[in-house]
Each structure stands twice: as C-alpha cells, then as structure tokens.
C-alpha cells in the first residue's frame, strides 16, 4: 500500500502525468529484480544449495521489496487499462482487471497446490510476462486528455463569470460619478 501511495502520487504530478507504461514497467522492473534475489537466496527446481547466503533478514526484505514494487503499480495499472479501455467506463476496466487477477489465482492453487518451489518460479515467470506484456501495449491518454479539457473549460467559465462580476461592480462605482447615489 505504501508503494501504491507512493508511485500514485509521483503519477499524479506533471512531469509524469503521460508516463504511466514508464511507471509501471520500472516498478514491474524492481519487482523482478526482488523476486529473483528472493529465488537466489532459497532452494528451487534448479539447485539444491540457495546460490546466495539466505537469512532471515534477507529472506523478509526481498519478500518485502517484492510487495512494495508490486503494489506501487497496481494503482498504476487500473488507470492505464482506464485509459486503453476509455470510452467504456472505469468500473468495467476495474472489474474486467479484477476477475483476470482471480481467475489467474484460482489457476496457480490448482497448478501448485503445496509446492512452494514450483509456485516460486511461477510467481518468477508471470511478473516477467507481465513486463513483455506493459513494454508492447499502447497507450492513448484521451481519458485523461478530456479531463483536463473539461476542468480547463471549468476554470475559463469561472474566469468569466468572475469577471462579468467585476464589470457589474465596476458599473456600480461609476454610477456614483454621475450623483446618481449620494
């Protein structure tokens, strides 16, 4: 949650307002770097012996770098697949993202029921599928593009209508140059 936050608010500020595939792949990125540190340090199909020396401590922090670079992007990825999916509305992407993420679940309790090391490595090859899968998607931010459209026709119907008030009140003070009030 703490990745989500963090990476959700870097997406938020201008500089990185159409940079979303960047985000996420970075974050995806981080991820995978974690997983496979998390891969090297315990027992798995491929070697008997951990390459790196596995403790506690580095056991839970690549555990840990692991959650927080995945969940800094899944933020990320509901608004980018609002944006690919735009003249649908947000709650269909949601859910259409949501029921994927439940079904690809259900398949990995059926696949790797108590096998930690078979579930290891598929954890290992799904972030790195997810990558292939953000490096080659398109994005069009025409979601984002018209809310900015609309919030700067907002602020130009503000504008004007402030200013037909100070032409009101303007009116008013110069009335009072002709003795009409006294």
């Not at 840990?64 to 990825?77: E, K």
């Not at 949501?98 to 990995?108: L, P, R």
């Not at 090859?125 to 609309?150: G, N, Q």
Request: glycine share 4%; with cysteine; net charge negative.
């Amino acid at each position: 949650m703490i990745g989500g936050f963090l990476l959700s608010s870097v997406a938020d500020t201008r500089r990185f307002q159409h940079s979303l595939k960047l985000l996420i792949i970075t974050s995806y990125v981080g991820c995978l770097l974690a997983i496979v540190w998390f891969e090297l340090s315990v027992q798995t199909y491929f070697y008997d012996k951990p390459i790196l020396p596995s403790t506690v401590a580095t056991i839970g922090l690549s555990t840990a770098l692991t959650g927080l670079f995945s969940g800094a992007a899944m933020p990320l990825i509901y608004e980018a697949l609002a944006e690919i999916m735009f003249p649908l509305p947000e709650s269909l992407s949601a859910a259409f993202l949501v029921q994927w993420s439940n079904i690809a679940s259900f398949i990995y309790l059926f696949i790797a029921p108590n096998r930690s090391k078979l579930m290891n490595l598929l954890v290992l090859i799904t972030t790195s599928i997810c990558i292939l899968m953000m490096v080659f998607a398109r994005f069009s931010y025409r979601r984002r593009d018209e809310d900015e459209r609309k919030r700067l026709e907002k602020e130009e119907e503000q504008t004007k209508a402030h200013d037909d008030i100070n032409s009101q009140f303007s009116e008013i003070n110069n009335e009072q140059q002709y003795g009409t009030f006294s």
